[in-house]
């Protein structure tokens, strides 16, 4: 089992809005999940073989001098995790220089991936003032995870993670990884129509979770469903958390819950859901040598 989707960063750069948002969900001892025994720790429990841990920029001021903190921070940790963690950098797009320094966290540094998160970050990702970093990372046919959909915390703006914006993202680089974290939840239709249309593009699973515990499994059973009846295939469909704001073992028992249910009333098959869970993701790896 591969998690393609979880984060690391130094405690103390957490801002302020997630230190609350760390509270209302009673999570402790955060410095210890922000760290490689943390989540190795984690991932055992879960029954997790390997992880890709993705830097993140938390606020849109950033600079990629402030970013680098976050970019050595991951690479430090996943140096210590004998191979189970894999490390994908962050940048601001938008900043003078980007794409020279993209391509040193790749080529010098050794990440193997990028992470860009519209949302915290702002920007609309059919900018076409991001198209050289794209250029660069089809060239190195490396994938981009890119946040989609809504998070739902102040102060936080939604409107830039909308699935749409990355059907202009893919028709113009038809050969560039995209991951959808989160599946553009709750915009279920839309990364429907996305994955029937583009081969190119995939989706992981992580933090489609309900919150009423009565119906934890209904949102990823709903997104199951869609993709499968409109794309036909849930195959780019990707196992991941968002550790550490969900746990690992929660998004694998949640999806336990889904093969508990009576399969033959919903869309896809129980061996759908295992490859979502065991093998979408490691064949996606595989593709593009991430290990």
């Known amino acids: 089992m591969i998690d393609i989707h979880t984060h690391l960063w130094p405690a103390e750069k957490t801002p302020s809005y997630l230190k609350d948002y760390f509270n209302i ?24 073989e390997k992880s890709v841990v993705s830097a993140i920029s938390f606020l849109p001021e950033w600079t990629n ?6 970019n050595n921070y991951v690479l430090k940790q996943c140096s210590l995790s004998g191979e189970r963690l894999i490390p994908f950098c962050t940048i601001d797009p938008l900043e003078k220089d980007s794409e020279n320094e993209l391509r040193s966290l790749i080529e010098d540094y050794g990440f193997k991936g990028l992470k860009l998160h519209c949302n915290m970050q702002e920007f609309y990702p059919n900018n076409k003032n991001i198209y050289p970093i794209y250029k660069i990372m089809e060239n190195y046919q490396k994938p981009i995870l890119f946040h989609s959909g809504g998070i739902g ?16 993202v893919a028709c113009d680089f038809p050969n560039l990884p995209i991951i959808l974290g989160h599946a553009g939840r709750i915009w279920y239709n839309e990364t429907a129509m996305l994955l029937r249309k583009h081969k ?10 309900g919150r009423a515990k009565q119906y934890k499994e209904i949102p990823l059973q709903k997104l199951l469903n869609i993709i499968k009846v ?5 195959k780019n469909l990707l196992f991941g958390s968002d ?3 969900y746990d690992q073992n929660e998004t694998v028992k949640t999806m336990h819950l ?24 490691e064949v996606f790896c595989k593709k593009y040598k991430l290990f």
């Open 200 to 209: 190119n593009i995939y989706a992981d699973i992580s933090t489609n979770i």
């Open 230 to 234: 409109w794309g036909g295939s849930t």
């Open 153 to 168: 915390v102040n102060p936080i703006k939604d409107k830039f993670g909308q699935p749409i914006y990355f059907d202009d």
């Open 258 to 281: 889904l093969i508990a249910e009576k399969l033959e009333s919903m869309s896809f098959t129980l061996d759908e859901v295992d490859n979502v869970l065991n093998q979408n993701a």
């Open 25 to 48: 969900r009673n999570r402790e001892s955060m410095t210890h999940k922000l760290s490689c025994e943390g989540i190795l720790n984690s991932m055992d429990e879960a029954g997790i």
């Open 65 to 70: 001098k402030d970013i680098m903190v976050i």
């Open 243 to 245: 550790y550490p704001f």
